[in-house]
């Protein structure tokens, strides 16, 4: 399977769109290869990481992102479930599950209630050990329409956990335990 294939059904090649997805895919799928290589002992299936990590978004041309060149209905927190639903279609099922859970560092059902956000009622966490690896990774890198953005250190993701209660914070801290040192 060719990520970059299943890409180019829903955007249009040399589109800014496109070309946000990708560079945006690489990043995550490098920073998270390298984390999964430091745990080789937990047999992380490293093909997968690679898929799964250039389509973890490929729902964001769904939203009204203008600044990614997306102009789709919904806003953009619903990327990862719009994604999941692509990918089943394209029967994905694991990868789907990328899709769904990497949003936000993962949200639960808790989260949607209480912060009243336009998604299913269900817990989207990443479980797996590559879907953490995938979300871990993704918190390194911004989507941005200028193209060049360089990585975030570990104390700016943290700060901007933050807002979103000790449990995030706490969730990224473990992960940067397992897969940094």
């Known amino acids: 399977m060719n990520p970059i294939d299943i890409i180019a059904e829903f955007y249009e090649p040399g589109s800014k769109a496109y070309h946000i997805l990708i560079q945006h895919g690489q990043q995550v799928a490098d920073k ?19 898929e ?10 769904m939203t009204n992102t203008p600044e990614l060149g997306c102009t789709g209905e919904y806003p953009y927190v619903c990327h990862g479930y ?20 990497h949003v936000g560092g993962g949200i639960t059902s808790q989260d949607i209630r209480r912060n ?7 817990d989207m966490m990443p479980i797996s ?12 890198f911004s989507k941005n329409g ?3 953005v360089p990585e975030k250190s570990v104390e700016e ?9 000790p449990e995030k914070v706490a969730c990224f801290q473990s992960w940067v335990r397992l897969f940094e040192e």
Request: hydrophobic residues 50%; proline residues 6%.
């Open 32 to 50: 998270a290869m390298a984390a999964a290589k430091r745990i080789l002992h937990l047999k992380p299936d490293l093909d997968f990481i690679k």
């Open 52 to 61: 799964a990590a250039m389509l973890h978004d490929i729902g964001i041309f």
């Open 82 to 101: 719009l994604g999941r639903k692509l990918l089943e279609k394209r029967q994905l099922p694991a990868h789907a599950l990328v899709c769904e859970r």
């Open 116 to 122: 009243n956000l336009p998604l299913p009622q269900r």
């Open 129 to 140: 050990i590559e879907e953490q690896a995938i979300c871990f990774a993704d918190k390194f």
């Open 146 to 148: 200028n193209m060049d």
């Open 157 to 165: 993701i943290l700060n901007a956990l933050r807002p979103y209660g």
